[in-house]
């Protein structure tokens, strides 16, 4: 597992966001348990691909808005304070690994 970004501990997502995310997971979560029962009810190849894809796209629009709030609040207070090559640098990497995973 890749070490986190070197962020301030005092420094997180907005708690707002984290709690939609949270929230959206647990969606997800849901949505994987129903695509599970499916497939031991034998529900068709297509019906679980279409369930798979929609997974996806939630999972997809989760990384893209916890990126977006980890820009504006980690990766902007690093850069206030003087640690932005790093951020950026391990947002790089990170970003490469998401790329790599689509």
Do not use: F, W
Request: charged share 30%; net charge positive.
């Amino acid at each position: 597992m890749r070490q986190a970004a070197a962020v301030p501990k005092d420094i997180y997502l907005d708690p707002e966001v984290e709690e939609k995310l949270q929230n959206r997971l647990s969606r997800i979560e849901g949505h994987v348990r129903g695509i599970k029962r499916m497939l031991s009810e034998h529900a068709s190849c297509e019906d679980l691909l279409i369930q798979l894809s929609a997974v996806r796209a939630a999972v997809n629009k989760a990384s893209a808005r916890l990126l977006e709030n980890h820009l504006e609040t980690c990766v902007a207070e690093c850069v206030r304070a003087g640690q932005g090559e790093k951020a950026l640098r391990q947002l790089k990497g990170a970003l490469a690994q998401v790329v790599k995973n689509l």
